[in-house]
């Protein structure tokens, strides 16, 4: 039998605690970091509440949750704001069964309006489920010839091709700030609002060993760029992009087949390309490159009958407005305002 506890990850050996069982796992992800908790305090005040599950003085289950009071979207509890996957893991029943009924219990208590739990698999009622979410995964063969020939589809060599053709230059560098400049941009032009360059450094503060920036460059210019991550034998791209006046040159395919060096210049396994809607353009890109489609499973509970459920999944009509809107703005504008609406867009 069980015991369920409360962990404070400012407190060091809360912290270890957690990072110890997270690192333990095969199935956790990079969003599951205790650093994400202090980085994501330090630049929105999120709080975070995170409970283990306790056998013999061993960590065998838990549960990490964000409060998020939105405006946009309402007062939530959600497992990994701005990521798409991660927050809950437990073998037994017994372990899910105790974690799930301690945040229901901190849901009354915050009076949030719903939960939302990011996960690969489906829970139990009175959760319901909102499937409009992909993640995709690479798993690499033996070399990056391997690739060349088993994953890439026809139409990504082609493409890669003609980033050649166009000498487009890739590097993996540690400074943050071109990088943050080019993906206010894109970012931007898709009518999200996007985080402050202090998000960029508090990554490179917290997490200075895992954090790169990946760029492809046109002669001098900066026209493709991503933030890389190293989590075990994994690499994320949570934040990427390129600008749509170079695409047709490759620079897409170029940027992605030189994370994928760095990949077995570093010994990774898999190469984990996020998610994307189901029904979004990104869905073919991704696959082009031999990657699985998985579904990912928002699972969501309802707690003030009163509200409606509204995420990043299931979008209110005003975001979809906004969203229109968005692109048009200036980036002068869209700079210095889109933090104080991205922290609401978790």
Known sequence: ????????????????????????????????????????????????????????????????????????????????????????????????????QRIEQLAGELRVDFIELRLMHSLPPPFQTNTDFLEFDLELPCSLDAVWQQCLSSNARQNLR??????????????????????????????????????????????????????????????????VIRFKDSVITPFIGSLKEYRRSGSNYQQYWGILQYCFEHNVRWFDLGRSRCASTHVAFKEKWGAVRKQAYYNYQIINPRSNYATVGKPSRLQVFGTEAWRRLPLFITRPIGPSLARYIP
């Not at 994501?40 to 009071?69: A, C, P, Q, W």
């Not at 309402?74 to 701005?82: A, Q, W, Y």
């Not at 230059?169 to 360059?197: M, Y």
């Not at 490179?204 to 460059?217: G, K, M, T, W």
């Open 162 to 227: 003609k980033a050649e053709k166009s000498h487009l230059q890739f590097a993996i560098t540690a400074d943050h700030v071109s990088c943050f400049d080019l993906l206010s941009r894109t970012i931007r032009d898709l009518g999200t609002p996007f985080h402050g360059k202090r998000l960029f450094e508090l990554m490179v503060q917290h997490l200075p060993d895992n954090v790169r920036f990946s760029e492809v460059r046109a002669g001098d210019r900066l026209i493709a760029g991503g933030v």
């Open 1 to 100: 039998m069980g015991e369920l506890v409360s962990l404070d990850l400012s407190d060091h050996r809360d912290f270890e605690r957690w990072q110890k069982f997270i690192h333990g796992r095969e199935d956790t992800h990079c969003a599951d970091l205790p650093q994400w908790r202090l980085i994501f305090h330090d630049l929105y005040g999120i709080e975070n509440h995170t409970f283990g599950y306790v056998e013999r003085d061993e960590l065998v289950g838990g549960v990490s949750v964000y409060h998020v009071k939105s405006p946009l979207l309402g007062n939530m509890l959600v497992s990994c704001p701005f990521f798409g996957r991660g927050g809950l893991y437990a073998d037994a029943a017994e372990a899910q069964q105790a974690l799930l």
